[in-house]
T-cell receptor
Framework: DARVTQTPRHKVTEMGQEVTMRCQPI?????VFWYRQTMMQGLELLAY????????DSGMPKDRFSAEMPDATLATLKIQPSEPRDSAVYFC??????????????FGPGTRLTVL | AQTVTQSQPEMSVQEAETVTLSCTYD???????LFWYKQPPSRQMILVIR??????QNATENRFSVNFQKAAKSFSLKISDSQLGDTAMYFC????????????FGTGTRLKVLA
């Protein structure tokens, strides 16, 4: 059963430290999304890629966040330096637009980040 | 711009009963998809059901079905024979077929199934 994987599942770090979250999309999916979920803001789209090219990162604080897709099996989201307000659950999702995918996004289990 | 509204922040239902969660959306698009996702306490986002706007027939997946009213821009989710495992946050999402492939999510409805 194909699924999106994310590492780490939990991360506790101190303010100012670099945080890297990784995502392995479902094989064959050509679109990858990064979301952030907090109680106050709900689900926010941070960035997304199609065929590894970044299409939209307007939801991401550019000064500290960066997202990359070095190859088709790996997407990364980095925060440097991290701040307490970055504490949230970060989700990666992948999908494939077309007859078989029909627009669905499949989510990973999330990375729960706590910045002290 | 598209918007998605879920007007019921919280709902509860007795086990084995039926419950309907509402979702309305606003768009000028004609071709789009609609989705319901479930987020249980584990936080995993799970696709429950999808509906293509060009299809008149309402989608069904086992105990889950939708009532899709395109003219009214309404997309409600019906859960039949509710089970304790259905306790979760439910999100409605809209995606237009042209352009970005981004979802517009509603704010969610927290459903609690009571024993």
């Amino acid at each position: 059963d194909a699924r999106v994987t994310q590492t780490p599942r939990h991360k506790v770090t101190e303010m100012g430290q670099e945080v890297t979250m990784r995502c392995q999309p479902i094989l064959g999916h050509n679109t990858v999304f990064w979301y952030r979920q907090t109680m106050m803001q709900g689900l926010e789209l941070l960035a997304y890629f199609r065929n590894r090219a970044p299409l939209d990162d307007s939801g991401m604080p550019k000064d500290r966040f960066s997202a990359e897709m070095p190859d088709a099996t790996l997407a990364t989201l980095k925060i440097q330096p991290s701040e307490p307000r970055d504490s949230a659950v970060y989700f990666c999702a992948s999908g494939s637009l077309g007859a078989s995918g029909r627009g669905a996004q499949y989510f990973g289990p999330g990375t729960r980040l706590t910045v002290l | 711009a598209q918007t998605v509204t879920q007007s019921q922040p919280e709902m509860s239902v007795q086990e084995a009963e039926t419950v309907t969660l509402s979702c309305t959306y606003d768009t000028s698009e004609n071709n789009y998809y609609l989705f319901w996702y479930k987020q249980p306490p584990s936080r995993q986002m799970i696709l429950v059901i999808r509906q293509e706007a060009y299809k008149q027939q309402n989608a069904t997946e086992n105990r889950f079905s939708v009532n899709f009213q395109k003219a009214a821009k309404s997309f409600s989710l019906k859960i039949s024979d509710s089970q304790l495992g259905d306790t979760a946050m439910y999100f409605c999402a809209f995606m237009k077929l042209s352009g970005t492939y981004k979802y517009i999510f509603g704010t969610g409805t927290r459903l609690k199934v009571l024993a």
